[in-house]
């Protein structure tokens, strides 16, 4: 299995951002990238 890079306080902040009504879809986007950051290696199938 794959582990994720993405450290807590980062993912808490980028979290706190998705959640936010107030931000605009360019720092959503960032926000989910960081989320979706993951350590490269083995493929899954």
């Known amino acids: 299995m794959v582990e994720k890079v993405t450290g807590k306080v980062t993912s808490s902040v980028a979290s706190k951002v998705l959640k936010d009504r107030?931000?605009?879809v360019r720092n959503k986007t960032a926000a989910a990238s960081i989320l979706s950051?993951?350590?490269?290696?083995?493929?899954?199938k």
């Open 37 to 44: 950051q993951r350590e490269k290696g083995r493929k899954e």
């Open 22 to 24: 107030r931000t605009n």
